[in-house]
């Protein structure tokens, strides 16, 4: 079982930066193994993949966010972040970090961000 907690979010002004963070505990020793990915979920909308870390070191992201979003991991902290920069209001939603192992998905509860002069 892995746990994961995101941390990070709050509200920043259109042009700001944030960086998100999102914990592993459990079985963490499968962690440099995972695939982690940040999704985000705005009122009324679907949740939409934002960025994805293989194990391999390869990084993917939406077009919506390319170049302005970094997701990076730490295996050694069992963590993965999500840097956010040039923030726009419609990147405004709710973040959550997603770890796949094999065939086991687990999500965190998720971490409010609001882009908001």
């Known amino acids: 079982q892995v746990q994961l907690v995101e941390s990070g979010g709050g509200l920043v002004q259109p042009g700001g930066s944030l960086r998100l963070s999102c914990a592993a505990s459990g079985s963490i020793f499968s962690f440099n193994v995972m695939t982690m990915r940040w999704y985000r979920q705005a009122p009324g909308k679907q949740r939409e993949l934002v960025a994805t870390s293989t194990s391999g070191g390869s990084t993917n992201y939406a077009d919506s966010v390319q170049g302005r979003f970094t997701i990076s991991r730490d295996n050694a902290k069992n963590t993965v972040y999500l840097q956010m920069s040039s923030l726009k209001p419609e990147d405004t939603a709710v973040y959550y970090c997603?770890?796949?192992?094999?065939?086991?998905?687990?999500w965190g509860q998720g971490t409010q961000v609001t882009v908001s002069s």
């Open positions: 997603n770890a796949v192992l094999y065939v086991l998905a687990y």
